[in-house]
């Protein structure tokens, strides 16, 4: 295998959040009287920044706005938002196979805050495949979170991101590493395809076999 290191992004990539994150947007808007939107419609919305989903959902509004709306979110996905998820099927599989593959760190990369992404990660027994998490918060790009593992020596440039969305493949096309885009979660083919992902896959049990393919 030709990475060294594997970073994978959790919502979409790992795990499906769609309930509990669509629920939780819900409940930040009702909090304020705004108009709620059914889940299909907020699924975009799952992957990108908080911020930056609130002010795609009510408009260009000042910072503390946007402020208040984040933290009506997490006041209830830090009680039922995060439990709301599901894991996708075949991915324990896939990173048990890749934690036994001798020579390769997993990390995980997400725009979740990283005490969120560790509850989750221990909802669904996972917190062994990952040596280090490197969570976001409002005003963190994925691209600065990458940055910061490089700069700290955390990962180097033999490192491939993992995720669904083009934040992830822009972030790892930002620092000159490798992306892989995964399709079973909440980007689309046309989404990953312009960040020239190193492959596409439609199922987690591609996972392994993809990575050993391109290390030939």
């Not at 005003?139 to 491939?160: E, F, P, R, Y």
């Not at 930002?174 to 079973?184: E, K, N, S, T």
């Amino acid at each position: 295998m030709n990475y060294q290191y594997l970073l994978f992004d959790l919502d979409g990539t790992i795990s499906d959040p769609k309930q509990g994150i669509t629920n939780c947007l819900n409940y930040a808007l009702a909090s304020f009287d705004l108009p709620q939107h059914p889940p299909d419609t907020l699924a975009q919305f799952i992957g990108p920044p908080l911020d930056y989903s609130f002010r795609q959902l009510v408009g260009e509004r000042n910072p503390e706005f946007i402020g208040a709306l984040i933290a009506k979110y997490r006041e209830r996905y830090a009680e039922i938002g995060y439990r709301e998820n599901a894991l996708y099927p075949g991915i324990v599989s896939a990173l048990n196979e890749l934690h036994q593959h001798a020579g390769v760190v997993i990390g995980l990369c997400t725009s979740k805050r990283a005490d969120f992404a560790h509850k989750i990660l221990e909802l669904f027994n996972l917190s062994h495949f990952f040596t280090f998490v490197s969570g976001g918060d409002v005003g963190v790009a994925k691209s600065s979170q990458i940055g910061a593992l490089l700069d700290a020596g955390t990962i180097n440039a033999s490192t491939l991101m993992i995720g669904d969305r083009h934040f992830d493949l822009a972030a790892a096309q930002a620092h000159a590493i490798d992306g892989a885009g995964v399709l079973w979660g909440y980007g689309s083919e046309a989404e990953l395809k312009p960040f020239n992902p190193v492959f596409l896959l439609q199922h987690t049990h591609e996972l392994l076999p993809a990575l050993l393919y391109r290390g030939q």
